[in-house]
Protein backbone atom coordinates (compact mmCIF):
# COMPACT_ATOMS: atom_id res chain seq x y z
CA UNK A 1 0.00 0.00 0.00
CA UNK A 2 1.09 3.69 -0.78
CA UNK A 3 2.10 5.65 2.24
CA UNK A 4 3.44 8.95 2.45
CA UNK A 5 5.66 10.36 5.88
CA UNK A 6 6.38 13.70 7.09
CA UNK A 7 8.57 12.96 9.91
CA UNK A 8 8.95 16.55 11.20
CA UNK A 9 5.99 17.80 12.97
CA UNK A 10 6.22 21.21 13.60
CA UNK A 11 9.51 23.45 12.12
CA UNK A 12 10.34 27.19 12.29
CA UNK A 13 12.09 29.50 10.16
CA UNK A 14 12.97 33.16 10.76
CA UNK A 15 11.22 35.68 8.61
CA UNK A 16 13.52 35.94 4.95
CA UNK A 17 15.20 32.74 5.45
CA UNK A 18 14.84 29.33 3.88
CA UNK A 19 13.40 26.39 5.41
CA UNK A 20 13.07 22.65 3.59
CA UNK A 21 10.02 20.78 4.66
CA UNK A 22 10.74 16.71 4.39
CA UNK A 23 8.56 14.08 2.88
CA UNK A 24 9.08 10.21 1.75
CA UNK A 25 6.38 8.14 0.01
CA UNK A 26 6.51 4.62 -0.68
CA UNK A 27 5.16 3.41 -3.37
CA UNK A 28 5.79 0.18 -6.42
CA UNK A 29 4.17 2.58 -9.42
CA UNK A 30 6.40 4.26 -11.56
CA UNK A 31 4.08 7.46 -12.67
CA UNK A 32 2.74 9.06 -9.49
CA UNK A 33 2.01 12.66 -8.71
CA UNK A 34 3.26 14.55 -5.72
CA UNK A 35 2.07 17.21 -4.61
CA UNK A 36 2.38 20.19 -1.62
CA UNK A 37 -0.87 21.68 -0.42
CA UNK A 38 -0.80 24.64 2.58
CA UNK A 39 -3.62 25.02 5.49
CA UNK A 40 -3.67 28.71 6.78
CA UNK A 41 -5.96 28.97 9.94
CA UNK A 42 -8.61 29.24 7.71
CA UNK A 43 -8.44 25.77 7.41
CA UNK A 44 -8.36 26.35 3.70
CA UNK A 45 -6.86 23.52 1.87
CA UNK A 46 -4.55 25.26 -0.91
CA UNK A 47 -1.97 23.86 -3.51
CA UNK A 48 1.22 25.00 -3.64
CA UNK A 49 3.40 22.97 -6.17
CA UNK A 50 2.72 19.41 -8.02
CA UNK A 51 5.58 17.39 -9.57
CA UNK A 52 4.82 14.44 -12.02
CA UNK A 53 7.19 11.55 -11.83
CA UNK A 54 8.18 10.83 -14.93
CA UNK A 55 9.24 14.39 -14.86
CA UNK A 56 12.72 14.66 -13.54
CA UNK A 57 12.85 18.76 -13.63
CA UNK A 58 12.13 19.59 -10.37
CA UNK A 59 8.67 21.72 -10.44
CA UNK A 60 9.14 25.26 -8.94
CA UNK A 61 6.38 28.05 -8.34
CA UNK A 62 7.89 31.47 -7.53
CA UNK A 63 10.14 30.95 -3.89
CA UNK A 64 8.39 27.84 -3.37
CA UNK A 65 10.65 24.95 -5.43
CA UNK A 66 10.62 20.96 -4.62
CA UNK A 67 13.63 18.59 -4.82
CA UNK A 68 12.47 15.22 -5.66
CA UNK A 69 14.49 12.22 -5.89
CA UNK A 70 12.10 9.27 -7.41
CA UNK A 71 14.95 6.65 -6.20
CA UNK A 72 14.66 7.62 -2.93
CA UNK A 73 11.10 8.01 -2.86
CA UNK A 74 11.66 11.60 -1.45
CA UNK A 75 9.92 14.76 -2.07
CA UNK A 76 11.23 17.86 -0.03
CA UNK A 77 9.69 21.30 -0.22
CA UNK A 78 11.63 24.59 0.14
CA UNK A 79 10.36 27.84 1.02
CA UNK A 80 13.06 30.37 0.18
CA UNK A 81 12.76 34.23 1.50
CA UNK A 82 10.08 32.88 4.45
CA UNK A 83 7.20 35.29 4.59
CA UNK A 84 4.71 35.74 7.78
CA UNK A 85 2.02 34.52 5.22
CA UNK A 86 3.84 31.40 4.96
CA UNK A 87 3.10 30.13 8.12
CA UNK A 88 0.64 27.28 7.83
CA UNK A 89 0.46 23.24 8.02
CA UNK A 90 1.53 21.98 5.19
CA UNK A 91 0.95 18.52 3.82
CA UNK A 92 2.68 16.37 1.41
CA UNK A 93 0.21 14.12 -0.87
CA UNK A 94 0.48 11.08 -3.44
CA UNK A 95 -1.88 10.20 -6.34
CA UNK A 96 -1.57 7.67 -9.16
CA UNK A 97 -2.96 6.90 -12.42
CA UNK A 98 -3.45 3.28 -12.37
CA UNK A 99 -7.22 2.48 -10.96
CA UNK A 100 -8.25 4.22 -7.86
CA UNK A 101 -6.84 7.48 -7.86
CA UNK A 102 -6.99 8.04 -4.52
CA UNK A 103 -5.11 10.90 -2.67
CA UNK A 104 -2.99 10.13 -0.26
CA UNK A 105 -1.79 12.89 2.42
CA UNK A 106 0.96 12.98 5.38
CA UNK A 107 0.24 13.94 8.86
CA UNK A 108 1.35 17.05 7.74
CA UNK A 109 4.31 19.95 9.17
CA UNK A 110 3.27 22.59 10.99
CA UNK A 111 5.62 25.86 10.16
CA UNK A 112 5.91 29.19 12.27
CA UNK A 113 7.82 31.95 10.55
CA UNK A 114 9.32 33.92 13.51
CA UNK A 115 9.79 37.78 12.83
CA UNK B 1 -18.28 32.00 -8.97
CA UNK B 2 -16.90 28.49 -9.35
CA UNK B 3 -16.52 26.60 -6.32
CA UNK B 4 -17.15 23.75 -3.54
CA UNK B 5 -19.57 24.96 -0.97
CA UNK B 6 -19.63 22.60 2.47
CA UNK B 7 -22.23 23.07 5.20
CA UNK B 8 -22.55 23.92 7.87
CA UNK B 9 -19.67 25.26 8.72
CA UNK B 10 -20.02 23.74 12.50
CA UNK B 11 -21.96 21.05 13.59
CA UNK B 12 -23.19 19.53 16.71
CA UNK B 13 -24.06 15.84 17.37
CA UNK B 14 -25.55 14.32 20.02
CA UNK B 15 -25.45 10.51 20.90
CA UNK B 16 -27.04 8.43 18.57
CA UNK B 17 -27.69 10.58 16.18
CA UNK B 18 -27.18 10.93 12.73
CA UNK B 19 -26.13 13.92 10.82
CA UNK B 20 -25.51 14.56 7.12
CA UNK B 21 -22.82 16.84 5.53
CA UNK B 22 -23.38 18.60 2.76
CA UNK B 23 -20.87 18.95 -0.29
CA UNK B 24 -21.74 21.07 -3.49
CA UNK B 25 -19.64 21.88 -6.26
CA UNK B 26 -20.65 23.98 -9.64
CA UNK B 27 -17.26 23.22 -11.35
CA UNK B 28 -18.76 20.61 -13.13
CA UNK B 29 -16.22 18.02 -11.75
CA UNK B 30 -16.58 14.44 -12.46
CA UNK B 31 -14.72 13.07 -8.92
CA UNK B 32 -15.48 13.88 -5.52
CA UNK B 33 -13.82 13.25 -2.42
CA UNK B 34 -14.60 13.04 1.70
CA UNK B 35 -11.33 13.53 4.05
CA UNK B 36 -11.16 13.44 7.56
CA UNK B 37 -9.01 15.71 9.80
CA UNK B 38 -7.69 15.12 12.71
CA UNK B 39 -5.04 16.72 15.09
CA UNK B 40 -1.40 14.78 14.45
CA UNK B 41 -3.31 12.32 11.45
CA UNK B 42 -3.48 14.58 8.46
CA UNK B 43 -6.25 13.88 6.02
CA UNK B 44 -7.48 10.59 5.94
CA UNK B 45 -9.89 9.09 2.95
CA UNK B 46 -13.33 8.65 4.10
CA UNK B 47 -15.06 7.84 0.71
CA UNK B 48 -14.29 8.67 -2.78
CA UNK B 49 -16.75 8.76 -6.15
CA UNK B 50 -15.85 8.91 -9.33
CA UNK B 51 -18.63 9.21 -11.31
CA UNK B 52 -22.22 9.59 -10.30
CA UNK B 53 -24.30 6.42 -8.70
CA UNK B 54 -21.04 5.20 -7.89
CA UNK B 55 -18.52 5.08 -4.84
CA UNK B 56 -16.27 3.71 -3.15
CA UNK B 57 -14.91 2.93 0.42
CA UNK B 58 -11.42 4.92 1.74
CA UNK B 59 -9.38 4.11 4.47
CA UNK B 60 -12.29 4.83 7.33
CA UNK B 61 -15.55 4.41 6.02
CA UNK B 62 -16.76 2.34 8.90
CA UNK B 63 -19.45 4.51 10.37
CA UNK B 64 -20.21 6.46 7.88
CA UNK B 65 -22.51 6.38 4.42
CA UNK B 66 -22.56 8.46 1.40
CA UNK B 67 -24.59 8.76 -1.79
CA UNK B 68 -23.94 10.37 -5.68
CA UNK B 69 -27.39 10.62 -7.00
CA UNK B 70 -26.05 14.16 -8.84
CA UNK B 71 -22.98 15.27 -10.15
CA UNK B 72 -22.74 18.17 -8.63
CA UNK B 73 -23.62 16.81 -4.84
CA UNK B 74 -21.68 14.11 -2.05
CA UNK B 75 -23.15 14.41 0.79
CA UNK B 76 -21.58 12.47 3.47
CA UNK B 77 -23.85 11.38 6.41
CA UNK B 78 -22.05 10.50 9.97
CA UNK B 79 -24.05 7.46 11.84
CA UNK B 80 -24.40 6.61 15.09
CA UNK B 81 -21.97 3.70 14.69
CA UNK B 82 -19.02 5.98 14.37
CA UNK B 83 -18.66 6.23 18.15
CA UNK B 84 -15.66 9.33 17.92
CA UNK B 85 -16.84 11.39 15.14
CA UNK B 86 -15.66 14.78 16.38
CA UNK B 87 -13.11 15.91 13.20
CA UNK B 88 -13.13 18.63 10.78
CA UNK B 89 -14.42 17.21 7.55
CA UNK B 90 -13.52 18.24 4.24
CA UNK B 91 -14.68 17.13 0.83
CA UNK B 92 -12.87 17.96 -2.60
CA UNK B 93 -13.05 17.27 -6.08
CA UNK B 94 -11.31 17.50 -9.29
CA UNK B 95 -12.35 17.84 -13.03
CA UNK B 96 -11.67 14.48 -14.50
CA UNK B 97 -11.90 10.71 -13.52
CA UNK B 98 -9.10 9.46 -15.33
CA UNK B 99 -6.43 12.21 -15.14
CA UNK B 100 -4.56 12.79 -11.54
CA UNK B 101 -5.06 16.57 -11.14
CA UNK B 102 -4.85 18.86 -7.94
CA UNK B 103 -7.70 18.60 -5.74
CA UNK B 104 -9.83 21.58 -5.03
CA UNK B 105 -11.32 21.81 -1.42
CA UNK B 106 -14.32 23.38 0.04
CA UNK B 107 -14.44 25.09 3.51
CA UNK B 108 -14.49 22.25 5.92
CA UNK B 109 -17.17 21.26 8.29
CA UNK B 110 -16.03 20.95 12.12
CA UNK B 111 -18.19 18.30 13.76
CA UNK B 112 -18.52 18.25 17.23
CA UNK B 113 -20.32 15.40 19.66
CA UNK B 114 -22.37 17.57 22.20
Known amino acids: AQTVTQSQPEMSVQEAETVTLSCTYD???????LFWYKQPPSRQMILVIR??????QNATENRFSVNFQKAAKSFSLKISDSQLGDAAMYFC????????????FGTGTRLKVLA | DGGITQSPKYLFRKEGQNVTLSCEQN?????MYWYRQDPGQGLRLIYY???????QKGDIAEGYSVSREKKESFPLTVTSAQKNPTAFYLC?????????????FGSGTQLSVL
Open chain 2, 92 to 104: ASKPGRTKVEKLF
Open chain 1, 27 to 33: TSESDYY
Open chain 1, 51 to 56: QEAYKQ
Open chain 1, 93 to 104: AYSTFSGTYKYI
Open chain 2, 27 to 31: LNHDA
Open chain 2, 49 to 55: SQIVNDF
